[in-house]
C-alpha cells in the first residue's frame, strides 16, 4: 500500500502542492520573492534537530490531515525531525504556527530512491504526522492532481520555500515563491537539456533566471 502511494505521488512531489495559492501576490528558491503571508497553506518546513535545536531543511506539502509528502534526499534515517505548518517568517512566532514531532518509524522514502543515482528517479518520501494538523486559514491541504495528469508545455507553476537564496547564501526568513512554467518532456530531454537524464515519472520547469537549486540552467 505504502509503495503504490509512494509510486502515485511521483508525479506531485512538489513542495508548493498543485493548484493556485489561496491568495495572489523551494530545497532553494534562487530569485523568488516574498510570499504572500498564508497564501500557501499547505508548505511545510521540515526541520531536524541538532544540539537541542531544530533547523529547518527542506519543504513539503500538507496532502491529509497526518500525512507530508516531500523529497527522498530530506530524509536521514540518523536524524530526529518535525514539522512545523502554519509557519511564514521563520523570525517571528506569529501565531499560526503548529508544531508536530515526527516518530522515527513514520519516515516512508521510496524504496528505490537513490542518492547515487538521482536520474534514477523515486526521490519522493512520506512522513505520517504524530498528530493530524489543525485545518484553518494558515493550514489547508493541498489538493492532488488526477493520477495520470501531465500538465502541458508552459504550464504556470510555483516553487515555493525557505532553502538558500544562491550558492553558499543565506536562508530567508519569509517564505520564498517564483514563477517555474513548466517544461514538457520533449524540451527537458533534448541533448542540449538534461538529456537522457530526465524521465517521463519526472516534471521539468523553470528555464530562466529562477531555480529551485544552486545551478540555474542557461536555457
Same mark, same amino acid.
Given at each position: 500500500?505504502?509503495?503504490?502511494? &509512494?509510486?502515485?505521488?511521483?508525479?506531485?512531489? /512538489?513542495?508548493? @502542492?498543485?493548484?493556485?495559492?489561496?491568495?495572489?501576490?523551494?530545497?532553494?528558491?534562487?530569485?523568488?520573492?516574498?510570499?504572500?503571508?498564508?497564501?500557501?497553506?499547505?508548505?511545510?518546513?521540515?526541520?531536524?534537530?541538532?544540539?537541542?535545536?531544530?533547523? $529547518?531543511?527542506?519543504? @513539503?506539502?500538507?496532502?491529509?490531515?497526518?500525512?507530508?509528502?516531500?523529497?527522498?534526499?530530506?530524509?536521514?534515517?540518523?536524524?530526529?525531525?518535525?514539522?512545523? &505548518?502554519?509557519?511564514?517568517?521563520?523570525?517571528?512566532?506569529?501565531?499560526?504556527?503548529?508544531?508536530?514531532?515526527? !516518530?522515527?518509524?513514520? &519516515?516512508? /522514502?521510496?524504496?528505490?530512491? !537513490?542518492?547515487? *543515482?538521482?536520474?534514477?528517479?523515486?526521490?519522493?518520501?512520506?512522513?505520517?504526522?504524530?498528530?493530524?494538523?489543525?485545518? @484553518?486559514?494558515? /493550514?489547508?491541504?493541498?489538493?492532488?492532481?488526477?493520477?495520470?495528469?501531465?500538465?502541458?508545455?508552459?504550464?504556470? *507553476?510555483?516553487?515555493?520555500?525557505?532553502?538558500?537564496?544562491?550558492? !553558499?547564501?543565506?536562508?530567508?526568513?519569509?517564505?520564498?515563491?517564483?514563477?517555474?512554467?513548466? /517544461?514538457?518532456?520533449? $524540451?527537458?530531454?533534448?541533448?542540449?537539456?538534461?538529456?537522457?537524464?530526465?524521465?517521463?515519472?519526472?516534471?521539468?520547469?523553470?528555464?530562466?533566471?529562477?531555480? @529551485?537549486? !544552486?545551478?540555474?540552467?542557461? $536555457?
Amino acid at each position: 500500500m505504502m509503495l503504490r502511494l &509512494l509510486s502515485s505521488l511521483l508525479l506531485v512531489a /512538489v513542495a508548493s @502542492g498543485y493548484g493556485p495559492p489561496s491568495s495572489r501576490p523551494s530545497s532553494r528558491v534562487v530569485n523568488g520573492e516574498d510570499a504572500v503571508p498564508y497564501s500557501w497553506p499547505w508548505q511545510v518546513s521540515l526541520q531536524y534537530e541538532k544540539s537541542g535545536s531544530f533547523y $529547518h531543511t527542506c519543504g @513539503g506539502s500538507l496532502i491529509a490531515p497526518d500525512w507530508v509528502v516531500t523529497a527522498g534526499h530530506c530524509i536521514s534515517s540518523s536524524r530526529t525531525y518535525q514539522v512545523v &505548518l502554519g509557519e511564514y517568517d521563520r523570525a517571528v512566532k506569529e501565531g499560526p504556527e503548529q508544531v508536530i514531532p515526527i !516518530n522515527s518509524e513514520d &519516515l516512508f /522514502v521510496h524504496p528505490l530512491w !537513490n542518492s547515487s *543515482c538521482v536520474a534514477c528517479g523515486n526521490d519522493i518520501a512520506l512522513i505520517k504526522l504524530s498528530r493530524s494538523a489543525q485545518l @484553518g486559514d494558515a /493550514v489547508q491541504l493541498a489538493s492532488l492532481p488526477p493520477a495520470g495528469d501531465i500538465l502541458p508545455n508552459e504550464t504556470p *507553476c510555483y516553487i515555493t520555500g525557505w532553502g538558500r537564496l544562491y550558492t !553558499n547564501g543565506p536562508l530567508p526568513d519569509k517564505l520564498q515563491e517564483a514563477l517555474l512554467p513548466v /517544461v514538457d518532456y520533449e $524540451h527537458c530531454s533534448r541533448w542540449n537539456w538534461w538529456g537522457s537524464s530526465v524521465k517521463k515519472t519526472m516534471v521539468c520547469a523553470g528555464g530562466d533566471i529562477r531555480s @529551485g537549486c !544552486n545551478t540555474i540552467a542557461s $536555457h
